[in-house]
């Protein structure tokens, strides 16, 4: 089993900046692919970023150039930084950690979700 951590959700103006933070703890494997999704209102979840313990980074196109992800191993956290923050980019944002070995070894795990919202 493997709990997530969220922190770092609130109110933003446009054009202002977040960090967000997600530690995992519990049965952490070492390699592993850890994201961040959102799910706004009336939407489905979608993609914002995920970073692999090697470092690897993906991110959608609507955030990509003001967004970066990152994250420090040794502590089981992944963070998000985002700048630039445009009112599309409100959404319940979800932390997400993948271990990718088949069967019961692997797993899929999410956070509770925190809120941003932008808006003057």
């Known amino acids: 089993q493997v709990q997530l951590v969220e922190s770092g959700g609130g109110l933003v103006q446009p054009g202002g900046s977040l960090k967000l933070s997600c530690a995992a703890s519990g049965s952490v494997f070492s390699i592993n692919t850890m994201g961040w999704y959102r799910q706004a209102p009336g939407k489905q979840r979608e993609l914002v970023a995920t970073?692999?313990?090697?470092?690897?980074?993906n991110y959608a196109d609507s955030v990509k150039g003001r967004s970066t992800i990152s994250r420090d191993n040794a502590k089981n956290t992944v963070y998000l930084q985002m700048n630039s923050l445009k009112p599309e980019d409100t959404a319940v944002y979800y932390c997400?950690?993948?271990?990718?070995?088949?069967?019961?070894?692997?797993?899929?795990?999410w956070g509770q979700g925190t809120q941003v919202t932008v808006s003057s």
């Open positions: 970073i692999t313990s090697g470092g690897r980074t």
């Open positions: 997400n950690f993948e271990d990718f070995r088949l069967g019961s070894s692997g797993g899929d795990y």
